[in-house]
């Protein structure tokens, strides 16, 4: 079973700063099973990153996905307020789904 | 536009039964698969269960196996997730979500906003 562990657990950055996100998979997993999403408190999930790094329709050009194997990340160029929430990995494989714990990113 | 609303949420004792359902609109609903996500308060995104487009094959996280079942009526164009012998850690908002492509399983753009279930005497 694979596992994902996202780190930090919560980032504290301020508007126009950069954001680095990790998710670290407990093996190799294929990128193409690989996704990021954004969740805002009383909202469902919104994909954003797909394929380790294909953004999802609408989702604006400062945020990208790179990786490869057991390390992953999500990185948001340039921080807007709307930026601020929770994000989460998540692996499809052996059909099951897997999610990372997520990474809360709070305004500091 | 994709539209998914679950329903069939409420308090429910442990060792009670619950039948959730997600209605959904703005595709072909035979064409894709569809699953059930769960977050309980203030905690991560758990995935439950899956079920793919002709509702031939279904999937499911160690956790509930055995205990709930997921189903699909197409003609309706809904989602169901009976959930039996419910437990106190079973208690979540229960979303139900889309794949992208046609029997692609992955990923999934679009969800529903959940309906909470609540195990506790």
């Known amino acids: 079973e694979i596992v994902l562990t996202q780190s930090p657990g919560t980032l504290s950055l301020s508007p126009g700063e950069r954001a680095t996100l990790s998710c670290r998979a407990s093996?190799?997993?294929?990128?193409?099973?690989l996704a990021w999403y954004q969740q805002k408190p009383g909202q469902a999930p919104r994909l954003l990153i797909y394929?380790?790094?294909s953004r999802a329709t609408g989702i604006p050009d400062r945020f990208s996905g790179s990786g490869s194997g057991t390390d992953f990340t999500l990185t948001i160029s340039r921080l807007e307020p709307e930026d601020f929430a929770v994000y989460y990995c998540?692996?499809?494989?052996?059909?099951?789904?897997?999610f990372g714990q997520g990474t809360k990113l709070e305004i500091k | 536009e994709v539209q998914l609303l679950e329903s069939g949420g409420g308090l429910v004792q442990p060792g009670g039964s619950l039948r959730l359902s997600c209605a959904a609109s703005?595709?072909?609903?035979?064409?894709?698969?569809m699953s059930w996500v769960r977050q309980a308060p203030g905690k991560g995104l758990e995935w439950v269960s899956a079920?793919?487009?002709?509702?031939?094959?279904?999937f499911y996280a160690d956790s509930v196996k055995g205990r709930f079942t997921i189903s699909r009526d197409n003609s309706r164009n809904t989602l169901y997730l009976q959930m039996n012998s419910l437990r106190a850690e079973d208690t979540a908002l229960y979303y139900c979500?889309?794949?992208?492509?046609?029997?692609?399983?992955?990923?999934?753009?679009?969800w529903g906003q959940g309906t909470m279930v609540t195990v506790s005497s």
């Open positions: 979500a889309k794949d992208a492509y046609s029997g692609s399983y992955f990923p999934l753009p679009n």
């Open positions: 703005g595709f072909t609903f035979s064409d894709h698969a």
């Open positions: 079920i793919r487009g002709s509702g031939a094959s279904t």
């Open positions: 093996q190799s997993v294929s990128s193409s099973y």
């Open positions: 394929g380790a790094s």
């Open positions: 998540q692996h499809y494989g052996s059909s099951r789904y897997t």
